[in-house]
């Protein structure tokens, strides 16, 4: 544009009139004011500088429009800078800025076209004294709580009884020390495999995360530890990096965050799985006591002991239930119950014997006695003499059976006597009964 | 109650650990606690239950914290990972550069 304006001067075909009144080509350049600021506005959006700014200032002119957004200034000496905060950012701000606060602005310097000014958007407010390191840990804070990083969900259960236990340390120092003397003391069941690393400095961050891909890769460590003693904001500061913190979020096992003392909170404390207020007390985090686990062995035992001789009772006591049915159906008790049985058969044969033959006897008595009423001896003692044929022996039991001259023989109970009948009479009343 | 815990104790797997052990220890317990067992199925159990027992407090005694340390070419981010890899961190790290040529 200046050689041109050289031109025409030298030259003179136009001349300043030709000049002002615009014309074509080789004319000055004149542009309407909508270009003229759509180019401020894009050399101010272009500036990398301006496009992402922190500003120190005292507030002024604070006022909130109707609409809900927040306009002020920035003062300083000599200088004044145009602010808007709008509704949007304005509902998350931690702190709210009143006229006279003296305060830090981050945003980008724009223009706004429609007024024709430059002012600050405002996306966060800090009152002044904050720090830039404090503001840059707040801002990732809120940047990976966004994302996900902090989500309690995501956090992983530790396991109860670690084998192998990963620590991402400093190799010299306390810490590591105090983390083995610890273990040792609670729990020597595990293994502890060292990752050395810087703790601190700007080395340090890229080293904590080599180590902690280091750990994965060999692959034994169920759980890793990442500790750090005590100490300033900016010692502590490699804890607080981006790259640490993916790392952290991307491990394939939980993590354990014990870094400082137990008021230093740092960026990997929050993207942990767990977080210890310090290194000695994430070795009591992560692992039993020995004497707790020998406890629970006994318990185990105990009740082991227990079950046992219940189970044994229980099985003892169906043997007696059996036993004793078995007992009464058993054949001893059938034997016994058959010879009581026989015994009352037995007594009962006995008996009725007996009366039978007590029975017998009796009729055999009464006939004996009847057999010697009837005997012709005990007749014969009464007096009477039995008459009998001398020769044939026969009795001679009726008058009729005899006649007169006949011989007979008289037998008496003392001896025979031999006679001759003289008379005989028949009572014929008797022989007509007959 | 006096047991033979031989036969028992051998079967017990050798690399088991504690949490192993207590687990199969309780799974035992429980099953004498609430299955109907017969005589030799109850025994059986108790015996590996103090077989189990045994080999626990064992464990707990005998421990002894091992240490070790990351081998200086995994930290350095060469991708080994292998068994080999982790004894060479024995010798001098600059070997292992050698060795890679």
Redesign the interface.
Known sequence: MAGSIRARRAGGTFGRRGAAAGGSGLGPRILDVATVTAYIKQLFDADPILSDIWIRGEVSNFTRSSAGHLYFSLKAEGAELPCVLFKGSALRLTFFPGNGDAVLAHGNMSIYEARGRYQLYVDELQPEGTGLLQLQFQALRAKLEREGFFDEARKRPLP??P?VIGVVTS?TGAVWHDI?SV??RR??????????TLVQGDEAPAMIV??L???Q???RAELIVVARGGGSMEDLWCFNDEQVARAVFACRVPVVSAIGHETDYTICDYVADVRAPTPSAAAEVIAPH?RE??I??AG??E??EG??R???RL?SDDTASWGNRLQRHSPQSQIRQERLRLDGTTDRMARLLESRLATERRSLIAADRQLRLLHPAAIMERGFAMVTDPQTGRRLGAAAALSPEQAVDLTFHDGHVGAVIKSVAIDRRRQNEE | MTTRTGSAAETLPPEASYEELTAMLTAIVERMEESDLTLDEALEAYERGVALVQRCNELLDNAELRISELSAGLLRGEASGSAEFRRASLFDPDDELEDEE
């Open positions: 109860a009884y084998r190799a083995q273990l040792r729990y020597p069941l595990c293994e502890l495999i060292l990752a050395p080599r180590a891909e280091a750990l890769l060999d692959g020995v686990m020998a629970e062995v185990l035992y009740r082991l079950a046992a219940e189970r044994l099985l």
